[in-house]
């Protein structure tokens, strides 16, 4: 397989997209793929203060990697949950994003729950009953919970995740089998400032997590490959397992089925956001939008014993 740029020997080849590249060719392509999605989907600018959510992994680094070379203003954020003993998960991811952001001289916000809220992730996880997911949903929870109060508190213009399009597809999948109407409204590359929520993007939402992993190993980034260990048996995992047996027998399946469904938004196939929009207020204990009577879910989580 040729690069068709050069018709040199290609490393990456993309059925998805009929491209084959060589390493060169292809760690130009795709920081320029991603800010055209950028502008495209009108994300931020460069004069934007930019807060990127960071785990240690190949998305949210490799993420920052483009971010900071194309020219934007990029901070970024780890929230340590306290995962595994010493020298365990948290701490390996930890290394990988101090390691990263020194190299590169770049800002970085280290949060830690044990140190917030003195418990862990998985001790706070407890104190619910959702099932088998019980952690995955509540790490959620207080991912969500501390990123809105840590951007809006610092004043960033935008928090920016590394979703890529695997994560994408499988949440649509899932909030489709459901119908879970309020949440197919709210997906999306940006999800605008509403009533204390921060504004959203997510610049990796129509690349392929293959491209991803390609592009941070041919830019030697070095990033944590173990999946947390508390992913194992988690719903979204098992949805991308079924979109990759699609993906396998249609090359490029997944990108159609999210991209049809940005365009069906677009042409009004949803009736207007409203009703969450309109409901939201302050909670009473830490002061973060909810559409909660009372106090917001986390709050509500943590006052459990």
């Known amino acids: 397989m040729k690069c068709r740029t050069c018709g040199s020997k290609a490393v990456v080849n993309m059925r998805q997209h009929k491209l084959a590249l060589c390493k060169e060719h292809y760690l130009e392509w795709l920081p320029q793929q991603v800010d055209r999605f950028i502008k495209k989907y009108q994300m931020f600018s460069k004069e934007d ?17 483009i971010l900071h070379g194309l020219g934007y203003n990029a901070d970024g954020i780890y929230i340590n949950l306290g995962i595994g003993t010493i020298g365990g998960y948290s701490d390996l991811s930890l290394q990988k ?8 001289n770049l800002g970085l916000r280290v949060f830690s729950v044990i140190e917030e809220f003195n418990e862990s992730i998985i001790d706070i996880s407890g104190r619910t009953k959702r099932g088998m997911n019980r952690t995955c949903s509540v790490c959620g929870l207080t991912k969500r919970h501390v990123l809105n109060k840590v951007t809006r508190d610092d004043q ?12 994408e597809a499988a949440t649509l999948f899932g909030n489709t089998l459901h119908w879970a109407g309020e949440f197919l409204l709210r997906q999306g590359p940006v999800l605008e400032a509403n009533g204390g929520l921060v504004r959203k993007a997510k610049p990796l939402c129509r690349f392929y997590e293959k491209e991803m992993a390609a592009y941070a190993i041919l830019k030697n980034i070095d990033y944590i ?12 995992i098992y949805y991308k397992q079924q979109l990759n047996i699609l993906e396998h027998h249609n090359p490029g399946e997944k990108l159609r089925f999210y991209v049809h469904f940005l365009k ?4 009004g196939l949803f009736s207007p956001l409203k009703s ?8 009473p204990e830490c002061g973060q939008p909810t559409s909660s009577p009372d106090l917001c879910s986390f709050c509500r989580l943590m006052s459990r014993k």
């Open 49 to 65: 203060r930019i807060l990127v959510a960071v785990s240690g992994g190949k998305d949210s680094l490799a993420l920052w990697d």
């Open 97 to 104: 994003v101090k390691k990263f952001s020194e190299e590169r």
């Open 156 to 167: 960033y213009d935008v928090l920016v995740t590394g979703h890529n399009l695997d994560d």
């Open 225 to 236: 490959y173990e999946e947390c260990p508390y992913s194992t048996g988690s719903t979204s």
């Open 264 to 267: 069906a938004k677009k042409d």
């Open 276 to 283: 969450i929009q309109q409901s939201l207020h302050e909670c």
